[in-house]
């Protein structure tokens, strides 16, 4: 058996900054002034507009993602972005509750969102409020992770087993990462929490069957291989890149 040691959930979340830039959230209000909450971000736009990163921070990002990657059509930009939002909120809320034995309250409402900076400047938590472990799943999966999809389906043409696949995806990555990190500074502790909680997590609605057990593989892809230059990702369900469908590129 591996003894816990947990350090403390701090008002400013300083003890995440040393897992890496994909766990470390921001506390506060950031230097360029207030942000949409995650709840703004999923609710119905109040007007549309390209440039305005505030009318409709989804749309806003998912058109900057598109632009970078250069993606062929919107719902391969809209998987790409919703897989890096899932691997935050993982990330924070895993990194957390394996090495300090519970994690910062991720309310949409508290949590608020950059769509035009990057990790890890694009979360900032409006306070800080400690939760059990035990909440992991209905705080990431059913309070921040449902509502994202939905708002994404509503807007783009992406599949829900498509999007479960990235939040699983971003979930094992999160596992990994955390293992790294236990492995080079003599943590196995934070490792194996993190592991056993995922487990669970694993088993819940939406995610449960989105990995194969034994190989961790996704039994969905992400669309990355369309993205010019892309390919398939270290997990994917394909080996290789699959060839377009007749009269697609």
Known sequence: MVLLLFVDLDPQL????ALGGFFV??????????LPTL???CAEPRFRGPEEVYADPMTFRVRKVAKSIR??????AASVAQQGLAARFWSVALGAAALCGQFPDLDPELLRWDPDAGVPDDLWLSEVRARPVEDLDAVVRGGLLVPLSAALRSRHRVSPALLWGNAGSALAG????L??????HGRPDVGERARTLAGRLFDRPDLS???????LRRRSCC?????PGGGVCGDCCFHRPPRSAPGRT
């Open 14 to 17: 300083t003890a995440l900054d």
């Open 25 to 34: 959230l921001r506390v506060g209000v950031p230097p360029r002034g207030p």
């Open 39 to 41: 709840a703004d971000a």
């Open 71 to 76: 993606a062929p059509e919107s719902r391969v």
């Open 174 to 177: 999160a596992v990994r990462g």
């Open 179 to 184: 293992d790294r990190w236990a492995l080079t």
């Open 209 to 215: 069957g989105t990995l194969d057990p034994r190989t």
């Open 223 to 227: 669309l990355y291989y369309r993205v």
